[in-house]
């Protein structure tokens, strides 16, 4: 066997936040490691929103619970309601972490996930609707296998777009059907738009399945508003279309006055459940917790979903046996967490305030320094993790790079890691309006790195920018 | 969207470990929790190798390891080495258990992968070669996913076989090509017959990309000679075949007499390093310590891969990310485990035996009822979880199941389970040779319930064979 008789599509798919500027950068911090001479002392990897590798400490509640339920003994050294909670799980999880649940995740958790998305929204959440995944990214795989059966069952994407759903598309071997967000505009969505991509897709003759909604968005970073979340599942409603709505980021959220709304909310409040089957992730790994390495998560299937495509999808979570129960324990804690009054309530509100305070002076700080830069033009975060700035690259440096058949922005990158140790991930692998440039950053190092990282991009751009002026 | 438009590659999929009967096991357990009147009082899970599930406790070091990991401040509450181990995997794991890790898991992990590896085979594994998994099922659909073009591409696996192999193959739309083991003689594997198969199904258009042996075997408990596997490796080195060794029960030998020998170990004793591309499965799941709900295990790939297909399987990782840290530490453990003289290892080696000569134990327990049983027959299960006993049906039965359109092994489970509230699964989930029967059952209730299920066990059959006779 070789890389000819390979599956194809396996070739085909591509994953850049994890992809070869990352392996690069590995290669350079190893290079580091063994004492070599670089233009930089350490790599940063702005590249993935992976908030602990970069310093941020964990929630201590949640660690607390979680080694109260592992390990026996350790009552003594936490808050009675940590106590009480562990004391719970350990009664309610046959065999504890170290068992397979049911595949869609233990049933008491599901309960807890259900209290937090029924406060969220205001309307009752079932356990029985909601899957325990291991991150968003398994109730993705789920979807995309039972929805595509070859290359002419598409899925609407936003473009820009959080290049899972592309590599999944690409993997079974289905086609991505794109709608451009409006940059000009916040990188807002115009359904209209939406709408004629539909058509022009049914044209072509694809059976235009599902439509993802990435909310707040990745890479963007916008919010959207709750007018165009309507918009949008009226439009599912109307074109028979599967909504997936990835909200991960739903409690990263940073604009003055703006607030989350799910979609599930927006399908409930319009009188939609009906005549919509609605698809929601959410994951431990975003938020102010950021348990990344944990792989916890929830997909949540509400209103019209045909009971044959449930039972599939239930399948699929069971030839994957279950999902890790690290990660089921501390998504129930991310949807249920200590209330008012409870001993821990008052340090899990300081840990969440801090990190969200710090969350957004450091999107200003980045945000800023990217705006100042020449050619760069950076719409502001609402919320999620990144910086997703608009670069006008010099006509000199945009012939060099067809001259040497270099992707402008994927060249960027590149000469932006070997000369700072910044890891980005090029606009390319999110997808952008044809003849734009961006690349993704996080706003993830710690506040003192972050100006440090502000810095050392702008000298970067300015040297950059001399050199083909 | 509804049945008719899913992915027929899902439709198609069976996974019988957590199939009907399991979803039909559960809803008698809620209605047990209801109150409700049954002809038992508990439904005893024997369906999956779920150890904690049935009460086995942990081993304390995985557990206190993890903790200290997990939570500051706990050191005063564990002995020096775990304190110790502890803070060298907090220096070297970037951010920690919440944090993503490289996609093949933590560099320092997997070397001490290798150093358990190293030590298990007496030849040098390299962590480069290792990729961690959540549980072993990863790093199948890894594989299946890169080999699997299409309907002609076909994985040669054992009948009876773990169904993952079959599901997988199904889901990516490829052939399974099956070889029989003979039950005869304990379930061994002849290489004559397996050639056999081979060239028929080359005959057939079938590109046979790759065999898969599960040794300890399952659901047959079966452990292969060294002489078998010998002879396997040398006909996938003579055939250009990718062997899969799916070695997860590696540490559950009950055999006297009898041990396990790695397929790695064979390849290199036989001089095939240079011919034959090996991979080789391993999980936290199993052996003594059953750590299911963690998800952790590897995947070792050595021998004459070609790197194009390594890419391949690393971009497949690299897509999900990364497997969670807590199972990668685990893992970690597993394969080097705390060392003679440190403070732990007595307590560890006494859980560790413990656990194993209880396993013991129960398999005798079982398999002696089992083969007490009229029309029974059970192969001693010389390794792994299960016994898979062979059931003579009296031809009465056979008659009224062909009559109602019942297959009978899994007719025989579903009333064994409403009758006495035990979860088996068909052999008919495995694949059998034709007309033949059996279920599989896990030796794991404790060894006070064991006996309950032998005792219930014997009485169902009883009464079942006064029925039909």
Redesign the interface.
Not at 50 to 55: A, I, S
Not at 318 to 325: E, Q, W
């Given at each position: 066997?070789?890389?000819e008789?390979?599956?194809?599509a396996?070739?085909a798919?591509e994953?850049a936040v994890?992809?070869p500027i990352v392996v690069q950068a590995?290669q350079l911090e190893k290079a580091l490691e063994r004492g070599a001479e670089l233009p930089f002392d350490k790599v940063v990897y702005c590249n993935?929103g992976?908030?602990?590798?970069?310093?941020q400490k964990?929630v201590?509640y949640y660690?607390?619970v979680?080694?109260a339920i592992?390990?026996?003994?350790?009552d003594g050294?936490f808050p009675a309601d940590v106590v009480a909670r562990a004391n719970e799980y350990k009664r309610s999880i046959?065999?504890?972490?170290?068992?397979?649940?049911?595949?869609k995740g233990v049933e008491t958790l599901r309960q807890r996930v259900a209290v937090g998305i029924t406060k969220r929204d205001g309307y009752a959440a079932n356990p029985d609707d909601i899957f325990l995944t291991?991150?968003a990214?398994a109730g993705c795989h789920y979807l995309m296998?039972?929805?595509?059966?070859g290359i002419d069952d598409a899925v609407m994407c936003p473009i820009p777009q959080y290049p899972?759903y592309s590599?999944?598309l690409t993997?079974?071997g289905g086609t991505l059907v794109p709608y451009y967000l409006d940059e000009d505009r916040a990188w807002s969505l115009n359904v209209d738009h939406v709408k004629k991509q539909l058509v022009d897709a049914r044209a072509e003759g694809k059976n235009v399945?599902a439509i993802v909604v990435i909310n707040p968005g990745n890479p963007t970073g916008n919010l959207l508003s709750d007018e165009n979340l309507t918009e949008i599942a009226t439009f599912c409603a109307d074109e028979g279309l599967?909504l997936i709505s990835d909200e991960v980021y739903q409690e990263n959220v940073y604009a003055e006055g703006k607030k989350f709304t799910s979609m599930r909310k927006i399908v409930f409040d319009a009188g939609l459940e009906k005549r919509v089957?609605l698809a929601s992730f959410h994951s431990t790994?975003k938020g102010f917790?950021?348990?990344?390495?944990?792989?916890g998560g929830y997909m949540e299937l509400v209103g019209a979903w045909?009971s044959?495509?449930v039972a599939?999808i239930m399948?699929?979570a069971?030839?994957?046996?279950?999902?890790?129960?690290?990660?089921q324990v501390v998504t129930s804690m991310v949807m249920d967490p200590p209330k008012e009054g409870e001993p821990s309530y008052e340090l899990f509100c300081k840990e969440r305030d801090d990190i969200l305070a710090s969350l957004k002076r450091r999107s200003i700080t980045l945000g800023s320094a990217l705006n100042a830069l020449e050619g760069v033009t950076c719409q502001p975060a609402d919320g999620a993790m990144y910086c997703f700035p608009n670069l006008v690259f010099p006509q000199k440096y945009m012939d060099e790079c067809k001259e040497a058949n270099k992707i402008p922005d994927v060249e960027y990158c590149t000469r932006l890691l070997n000369q700072t140790g910044i890891v980005t991930v090029p606009g390319s692998g999110f997808g952008q309006k044809p003849g734009t440039w961006h690349f993704r950053t996080t706003f993830l190092p710690s506040e003192e790195d972050i100006k440090g990282v502000a810095v050392k991009l702008t000298d970067f751009h300015n040297s950059f920018i001399a050199q083909y002026k």
């Open positions: 066997m070789n890389g008789t390979i599956n194809r396996v070739v798919a994953y994890r992809g590995r993935i992976n908030p602990h590798q970069l310093g964990p201590s660690r607390q979680l080694a592992d390990c026996e003994g350790l050294a046959k065999g504890g972490t170290g068992a397979y649940s049911e595949s291991d991150g990214s296998n039972v929805l595509i059966r899972l590599a999944a993997l079974y399945r599967l089957a790994s917790y950021g348990e990344c390495g944990r792989r045909d044959d495509v599939a399948k699929l069971s030839i994957a046996l279950c999902p890790n129960l690290a990660g």
